[in-house]
């Protein structure tokens, strides 16, 4: 067999084992670790119904109640696999069913304590394994209330086994195994809870992260004033769109816009008034633009649109559709001056650059500027 047959059936088997895993997994991130964590939970469940089932075949424990008791604890740990990849689980305040199943593993241990006779002592390992499998996943408060009807379901159990069959259960070996229980079981609870804080705090230092990250990036892709993206990411947003139209044969134009009333209002009405319109001309020139285009605060008062996928021609009604919503809206009060302005427009030309194209639309915007106020000029 030649190494490519190999690696070829290595990849069919890696298929074969993925599309098993989606059968029996799903898709669903969260869906496939609740299920994975209720695997592991049918899996220890095997182990203690293949425990039992060797202290039936020594004489230890009835085979018959051992037969009954693997029945139900398997196919309990079965039903909640199935109810959690059928997405019945997300009915539940806790979808993840973690609760649930620790209590009916309890229960199925107390039985298991009771049925297996002088073979008793193999159920404490199999609670304590109970514990830890819900120490990761629930708070404190939840593993105390568990721990509670654990310990008082244990201690009903010794006290009614002692009682029915004391030749088996002595009364104080019983009371010895109770007071084991009542001391492991609020010790893991402790540690639960310090584990608990210590996701909590885990958790919120994550969000904070998350938050600060999240600033850091707004504050280096949009402008503070306006909210806009800015110059640099815009920058980098066109070199994007020059390479994807070197690979799709397509183009785009870029619409240089200068707010004609900024100086005068701010040299009349001050800095604030300026920087108000220009934040009343970001608000509303974004419900204008197209969803592909994209609109960034240049420098001043000058504002850069990117129209993806747009010849000329198209540019130039995109910018007419704009200053028909200004002439809207100026004599809004709460826009100072007006919000007329002058554009340059270039369109991308094959083997250029950016600058190159960016710089063709400053020229059209000084021939703009030079002219009557609110022209349009291609550059």
Request: positive net charge; glycine residues 10%; contains cysteine.
């Amino acid at each position: 067999m030649t190494r490519g047959d190999v690696l070829i059936r290595a990849l069919r088997q890696r298929l074969v084992r993925g599309r098993v895993a989606r059968w029996l997994l799903g898709t669903d991130a969260k869906q496939r670790l609740r299920l994975v964590q209720c695997s592991v939970a049918l899996l220890l469940g095997a182990c203690s119904a293949l425990n039992m089932a060797y202290l039936a075949a020594t004489g230890i424990a009835d085979p018959l109640a051992v037969s009954a008791w693997a029945t139900v604890l398997i196919g309990g740990y079965l039903g909640f696999f199935i109810m959690i990849r059928g997405g019945g689980n997300m009915a539940f305040e806790e979808p993840s069913l973690t609760v649930p199943q620790m209590v009916f593993g309890i229960v199925c241990g107390a039985a298991a304590y009771a049925i297996a006779g002088a073979g008793r002592g193999g159920a404490f390992p199999i609670l304590m394994v109970i514990f830890m499998f819900g120490m990761y996943a629930l708070t404190a408060r939840q593993i105390w209330r568990v721990g509670v009807f654990a310990v008082l379901l244990m201690g009903a159990t010794m006290g009614a086994m002692s009682a029915w069959r004391p030749q088996v259960f002595v009364p104080e070996i019983e009371i010895s195994h109770f007071i084991m229980i009542a001391v492991m079981v609020p010790a893991v609870a402790l540690l639960t809870g310090q584990l608990s804080r210590m996701r909590e705090r885990l958790r919120r230092q994550k969000k904070d992260i998350a938050v600060a990250l999240a600033r850091i990036q707004s504050l280096a892709t949009r402008d503070e004033l306006t909210g806009l993206i800015n110059r640099r990411h815009m920058l980098e947003l066109m070199e994007q769109e020059r390479q994807r139209g070197v690979r799709s044969g397509q183009t785009f134009c870029i619409a240089l816009i200068s707010l004609d009333e900024h100086a005068t209002v701010e040299a009349t009405r001050g800095p604030a008034a300026a920087d108000q319109l220009l934040r009343g001309f970001a608000q509303e020139a974004l419900p204008v633009i197209r969803i592909s285009d994209l609109l960034a605060r240049w420098r001043g008062a000058e504002f850069l649109l990117m129209l993806s996928d747009t010849r000329s021609s198209m540019a130039r009604l995109s910018v007419e559709r704009l200053r028909e919503r200004m002439r809207r809206v100026t004599a809004d009060p709460g826009l100072p001056g007006h919000a007329g302005f002058s554009v340059g427009v270039s369109e991308h030309r094959a083997g250029e650059t950016v600058a190159q194209t960016v710089e063709r639309a400053e020229i059209a915007l000084q021939n703009a500027q030079a002219s009557t106020s609110g022209h349009v000029v291609l550059g």
